[in-house]
């Protein structure tokens, strides 16, 4: 995943999107941990955090910035 980390990539909106993906996996795994989800909680979890990687995936295929 990371052959090419010797090229400097830095992009602050990747980087947030990336943020937002991982807080909503962190988010998921804590209130599991605490309680019981229901099925409807869980679609809607799901739901953000699929949103946050297609968003993340976009701006790869758009910006093009881990190229
Ligand atoms: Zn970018």
Not at 44 to 64: C, F, I, K, P
């Amino acid at each position: 995943m990371r052959a090419l980390s010797n090229i400097v990539l830095s992009c602050v909106e990747r980087d947030r999107l990336e943020s937002e993906l991982s807080e909503a996996r962190i988010r998921v795994r804590n209130l599991s941990r605490l309680r019981h989800l229901t099925p409807p909680e869980l679609a809607v979890l799901d739901q953000r955090e699929y949103t946050a990687h297609a968003r993340l995936r976009d701006h790869d295929a758009e910006h093009g910035c881990q190229r």
